[in-house]
């Protein structure tokens, strides 16, 4: 079936620094990938998403670009702020209609 | 415009009680999810609706849980004889057409489920 394997939070860092958070995902096919954030006491939004390998989703200064080849979808900005602090969500979508998420990893970004 | 709203926000019952859930949809979407979150993981999928048809179930944990889209538009999730191991959050989420696998999900900020 379906997988996704997210980085284990929380990741810590300091206003300006670059930030990754690794995904991995198993799937039959070819599946949409997406990247949600749910920040405290909100419901998950999507930040970006892509629908074939290569592409490149962007977002608010975030980006992930679907690896075909090492079934990857990590997420990454240059440059964070505080307000960046919250939960993220890797997910995807493949086969059927029935979204599989990862467990979440926490940023918590200090000034 | 309005996005999804969820009532209520915060839920306390005792073990045994039944709850109902209510998940207003983004008005004209066709697609309705509900999904699970347990503390510290990701949601999981309970079921989906297309407009009054619950086309999917195989997510609900027991035949205590039922869901309802009676006109295609608010949907109702129901637990009968709450147990403590219910308690989570309950997500819904909608989108705009037929689901297939690319649309975005429009998500409300979950309903609480505390079961003392």
């Known amino acids: 079936g379906n997988s996704v394997t997210q980085m284990e939070g929380p990741v810590t860092l300091s206003e300006e620094a670059f930030l990754t958070i690794n995904c991995t995902y198993t799937a039959t096919g070819y599946p949409s990938l997406f990247w949600y954030v749910q920040y405290p006491g909100e419901g998950l939004q999507l930040l970006l998403k892509a629908t074939k390998a290569d592409d490149k989703g962007s977002n608010k200064g975030f980006e992930a670009t679907y690896r075909k080849e090492t079934t990857s979808f990590h997420l990454e900005k240059g440059s964070v702020q505080v307000s960046d602090s919250a939960v993220y969500f890797c997910a995807l979508s493949g086969g059927s209609y029935i979204p599989t998420f990862g467990r979440g990893t926490s940023l918590i970004v200090h000034p | 415009g309005a996005g999804v709203s969820q009532s209520p926000r915060y839920k306390v019952a005792k073990r045994g009680q039944d709850v109902a859930l209510r998940c207003d949809p983004i008005?004209?979407?066709?697609?309705l999810f509900w999904y699970q979150q347990a503390l510290g993981q990701g949601p999981e999928f309970l079921t989906y609706?297309?407009?009054?048809?619950?086309?999917?179930k195989s997510g609900l944990p027991s035949d205590r849980f039922f869901a309802e889209r009676p006109e295609g538009s608010v949907s109702t999730l129901k637990i009968q004889r709450t147990q403590q191991e219910d308690s989570a959050v309950y997500l819904c989420a909608s989108s705009l057409v037929r689901n297939d696998g690319t649309d975005t999900q429009y998500f409300g900020p979950g309903t609480r489920l505390t079961v003392l």
């Open positions: 609706f297309q407009n009054e048809a619950q086309l999917d």
């Open positions: 008005s004209g979407h066709v697609s």
